[in-house]
């Protein structure tokens, strides 16, 4: 079974090379961490005293303002990060997908990227090679699959990315913002796939600031604010005291309807859809 525990844990930057005062002064009460100022380096505590315990089966989104702590959090959850001071505990394999971009290599081909973009995300040489056809076709680049990268424009990238990514098997999954370069119907076309990925993994971890997504994918959320927990409990209710308004209200129908809360009439998403 997968977990992640997370006891009394912080992670701060030092930033050695922002010693004037002036500098401290300017970036103090900006967006973003706290900025310490009893050392005579600059830290910004990106996060403090989090605790978190998610578990097999949680899908949990993360919200928060910008330079509230999301994307420090992912990573300390991935073990990219030890904390600065406090302990955590990660029990299974993680892919990160922090970047849709990273690991990709510009002077080879999407053929060539699929595959290492697979390895680089734990997958064996054997099941990429099963997989990449597959692949291949949902990103619907044809020719260029055969191009080098570096010739492809952003949304294409991020096509050939969320291709690799959507179809692993992972056991821990922690997405960070990023899908937001494809085009609404591409992605509408790697929504289900997403979903299906979501349903494969034992546990995720999504920051998001769309609403829309978040609700879809997650059933839990936590508010980071500052560096810290605000609040965490069911996705509706965090993303309500979130954003000051219920989630729904401001929501398309056509996502009303696919969350399962379309008109009256409409049947609710049954057990054995
Ligand atoms: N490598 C780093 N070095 C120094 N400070 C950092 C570093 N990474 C993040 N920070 C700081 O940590 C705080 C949290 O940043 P983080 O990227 O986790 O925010 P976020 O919630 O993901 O924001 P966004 O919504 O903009 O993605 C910010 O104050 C940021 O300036
Ligand atoms: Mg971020």
Redesign the pocket.
């Known amino acids: 079974m997968v977990s992640i525990d997370v006891w009394n844990a912080s992670v701060d930057?030092p930033?050695f090379d922002a010693k004037s005062r002036s500098l401290k002064k300017a970036v103090l009460n900006k967006a973003?961490?706290k900025i310490g100022t009893d050392s005579k380096v600059p830290v910004?505590e990106?996060l403090r005293d989090i605790n978190i315990s998610v578990a097999h089966g949680d899908r949990v989104g993360l919200v928060?303002h910008?330079?509230?702590?999301?994307?420090?959090l992912l990573r300390l959850l991935s073990g990219i990060y030890e904390p600065t001071r406090g302990h955590s505990r990660i029990v299974g394999k993680v892919a990160p997908v922090f970047d849709l971009g990273v690991g990709l290599d510009p002077e080879m081909n999407g053929i060539e990227n699929i595959m290492i973009r697979g390895l680089f995300l734990g997958m064996t040489r054997k099941q990429m090679e099963s997989r990449v056809d597959e692949i291949a076709e949902f990103t619907e680049l044809g020719d260029y699959l055969s191009m080098p990268l570096r010739t492809y424009s952003t949304g294409m990238r991020v096509r050939l990315a969320l291709g690799v990514v959507t179809s692993i098997d992972p056991e821990i999954l922690l997405l960070d913002e990023g899908i937001g370069a494809v085009d609404a119907s591409f992605l509408a076309k790697a929504r289900d796939r997403l979903n299906d990925l979501v349903k494969r993994s034992g546990l995720l971890v999504f920051?998001s600031?769309a609403d829309e997504m978040l609700m879809e994918l997650c059933t839990k959320a936590i508010w980071?604010d500052k560096?810290q927990v605000r609040m965490q409990g069911p996705i509706r209710d965090v993303l309500t005291a979130y954003k000051g308004r219920d989630p729904y209200e401001h929501m398309s129908q056509e996502a009303m309807e696919r969350l399962g809360h379309g008109s009256p009439a409409s049947a609710p998403a049954g057990e054995g859809a």
């Not at 910008?66 to 420090?72: D, I, V, W």
């Open positions: 930057f930033i973003g961490g910004i990106a928060g910008n330079g509230a702590g999301k994307s420090t920051a600031h980071m560096g």
